[in-house]
């Protein structure tokens, strides 16, 4: 959305794709000419390529979807967007893609994210592929939503998997639209991959702790044996189909996703702001991040 709406702003006429149960309309928010369709389903938007000239394709299925879901979006999804670019000869193709993207055999969503990217890599089109640390802000990562959330919603303490020094380079949501614009409009972005990142470096303990004091919350941090909680999201995965706490996201939380943004600065001008000037605009700034 808030992609559209940057690029809406700057005179760029866009076609948005949206699930037909989405109860979400872009054209609510910025002038968009909205496809009720699925990327699972070609036939859904086979027909609306007249007079494209760039996809950006940032919609993807997360646990606590299944696996076989999350493979259907993201990578037959991404096999059906990249025949319906050839089709009508849209050359341009901007990709967003997870961090980190490793094929770890018990991570669906990883594995599914990497075999997105060889699809579109070895497309032939003109891509770019983007890289997101965890994104914060109005609009922003789903992950990064539900810690604020539930730092809210438990009181006195916050239960944490593991010892919390998993390493991370957060980024606020405006650099990510920032990111998109840069390589649409800068030609060394062509079929390169990029890793999108904050300007700060920052443990996840610590992350949360700051999103604490910025909320105004006292929270103590309990941390749990990464063991124990792997055993406990099974049997919860088990009981509780869609429940967030998944494998999956346990082995994401152990992985660190410090990206290093220094190739895309020194290519294409990306300049990302610090953790402490993005807290400032969200938390400061009163931007809904829940």
């Not at 049997?235 to 509780?240: D, E, F």
């Amino acid at each position: 959305m808030r992609v559209g709406e940057r690029l809406a702003s700057r005179s760029r006429r866009l076609r948005c794709l949206v699930l037909p149960d989405d109860p979400v309309d872009p054209a609510n928010r910025f002038p968009t000419q909205v496809v009720r369709g699925d990327l699972t389903v070609p036939d859904s938007f086979a027909a609306c390529g007249e007079g494209v000239n760039a996809i950006v394709h940032a919609a993807a299925a997360m646990p606590p979807a299944s696996a076989a879901r999350i493979r259907a979006v993201n990578v037959e999804g991404t096999a059906n967007l990249v025949a319906f670019a050839k089709r009508w000869r849209i050359r341009r193709f901007v990709y967003f893609s997870a961090s980190p993207p490793t094929a770890a055999a018990d991570d669906a969503y990883a594995a599914s994210k990497v075999e997105a990217e060889r699809l579109v890599a070895e497309s032939g089109l003109d891509y770019t592929i983007l890289r997101l640390a965890l994104v914060y802000g109005p609009g922003g990562a789903r992950p990064f939503r539900s810690l604020v959330s539930r730092l809210h919603r438990i009181p006195l303490v916050y239960p944490m998997a593991g010892a919390g020094r998993t390493r991370l380079r957060p980024v606020y949501i405006g650099d990510v639209v920032g990111a998109v614009e840069l390589v649409l409009s800068t030609a060394a972005a062509t079929r390169k991959t990029y890793d999108v990142s904050g300007a700060t470096t920052v443990a996840m303990r610590d992350l949360v702790d700051r999103i604490a004091a910025a909320e105004g919350l006292h929270r103590l941090r309990v941390h749990l044996p990464m063991a124990l909680c792997r055993v406990t999201s099974r049997a919860l995965s088990r009981l509780l189909p869609a429940s967030v706490y998944t494998p999956d996201a346990l082995l994401g939380l152990a992985e660190d996703a410090d990206l290093d943004h220094t190739r895309f600065q020194e290519e294409c001008g990306y300049a990302p702001i610090t953790l402490e000037q993005g807290f400032a605009r969200v938390f400061g700034g009163g931007e809904a991040v829940r």
